[in-house]
């Protein structure tokens, strides 16, 4: 398992670096690609490339010649990229960037998915569309040409859906570091009422998990989850209590947001079963490493 | 419903031709875009474009300022669209016109859809791709990300599942007029085993179709067909009756291909009652115009 050229794309963000640390400790030879040079040396070589850019797509691939793609690479603005019209850009790029590089060889791609897929499929007439659903329309949408062109191209694939993910570098406007910028500062953390029910899994597994993915045969698509059922209310309730400051939590005191999803949980079989994956954080833990480096910024 | 801006792409192909020829006959300002100008002028404006080139898409936009898009071209390259990789570049194409159309301020988009997407929708990792699904793949794909964005930019859209086509001008490759065209020579027309249902209907009426569905308001996908299901073996054996030539056809003469999908039959319920679309020809008399097309070709 030496010597594999890996392409990782997205390599600063806040899963691809993590993917990004494990791939370079597996002894693999990395090529992280990135929008902006980053900030620190870790072992791989950078390429600084917009991969809107139809020639950047085609001069990462003939620079990296990789035999492994790991394409993480998405908009993600906060907020804006569920309905993003930029996500059609990226459906794609994505498409382009995995035909360039079957056409240099490339033996394996792994990609990103979402777990909101599995709101989206346009079979039958079944659900209107919802704005926010552009962000995983064009990733479904990615996942099915896929499919196809790995076929024809005669590469692996795999797909990875991502649930909802915590831990260091995330951004401090979601739910996690917000809660727990609140509470450090002895502020109130003003929270929805929190009822639904999500699937947490701390970034450094997810980018672990993605990792061995990437460097398995296994094909087609995979929930990367923990698998366990948590309230949000609990989730917030936990951090309050990690942090000793419960009292300054108050579920309810932002309004719910209509129609969201109430329960959405990975199915974590094929990636315990198939991929054997054993994720190093339960949710406490995680969360507590996650508190101790937001204290230390 | 007077003077709606319509712009058609595909408008020189085997359905287009038959869309163009009743949106004009409708009375509506039609633009026919065409990669060549077309033989004969009908009383619409022709564009020449290569709608794969970003700056052609926007400038037929511009020229045309439509109201109404109705999107069929397509690669189509008999036999190889399949799994051309083009299909790609395709479906990147009809996104980013949907997109400009709506900058446009364009109200309604209609694009042809496949009767194949039923094979490829990909969630859960159901079946395994097959080479000759790319077209089909990137077809559903365009579907799931376009109910979004239509959506989103606040046009109408529906979807119309073409099944299986013909009439004047088909390709001489294909079933229909190779087989009339074989009998006409008085050779014979060597067939498959010829089980497979499927869903025929004239070109005229799926012309007619898609362009009832573009000047309605409904929304959605459709599937355009008879809805009636027949045996291939059924078609031709009513082929060669109708030539009085039944002695020169020879089903099974060639190897069925392996895997083919037995049977694939629109359902018409939609077109029926929520676009009370009635065809004209039933496949008796469709099948009598296209010998005559064909013997006076």
């Not at 993917?19 to 620190?40: D, M, Q, T």
């Not at 498409?95 to 990103?112: N, Q, Y």
């Not at 790995?150 to 401090?172: M, S």
Request: aromatic share 10%.
């Amino acid at each position: 398992m030496k010597h594999l050229r890996i392409l990782l794309t997205g390599a600063s963000g806040f899963i691809g670096r993590q993917a990004l640390r494990r791939c370079v400790a597996e002894g693999h030879e990395v090529y992280a690609v990135s929008r902006e040079a980053p900030s620190e040396p870790d072992g791989a070589f950078w390429i600084s490339a917009n991969l809107l850019d139809p020639a950047d797509r085609r001069r990462i691939i003939e620079v990296a010649q990789p035999t492994h793609l790991l394409h993480l690479a998405w908009t993600t603005t906060h907020g804006a990229f569920w309905s993003a019209l930029e996500n059609i850009d990226w459906l794609s790029a994505t498409l382009d960037l995995a035909r360039i590089f079957a056409e240099f060889g490339g033996r394996r791609l792994v990609a990103a998915g979402t777990c909101w897929e599995y709101e989206v499929n346009a079979s039958g007439n079944a659900l209107p569309p919802k704005e926010h659903q552009l962000y995983a329309a064009t990733k479904y949408a990615c996942l099915v040409v896929l499919r196809q062109l790995a076929h024809k191209l005669g590469f692996g694939l795999a797909w990875g859906r991502v649930f909802f993910v915590y831990g260091e570098y995330e951004k401090p406007a979601r739910l996690v570091p917000s809660v727990i910028k609140s509470l450090l500062a002895g502020e109130e953390a003003r929270c929805t009422s929190g009822t639904q029910v999500r699937d947490f899994m701390h970034v450094r597994d997810l980018g672990n998990a993605f990792t061995k993915l990437l460097l398995s045969k296994c094909e087609g698509s995979f929930d990367l989850g923990s698998g366990e059922a948590v309230r949000i209310a609990d989730l917030v309730g936990l951090l309050g209590a990690l942090m000793d400051r419960g009292h300054l939590v108050r579920l309810g005191a932002l309004p719910d947001r209509p129609g969201e999803c109430p329960e959405l949980v990975a199915n974590v079989s094929r990636l315990h079963d198939e991929l054997s994956f054993v994720p190093q954080y339960d949710l406490q833990n995680g969360l507590r490493e996650t508190i101790a480096w937001w204290k230390y910024r």
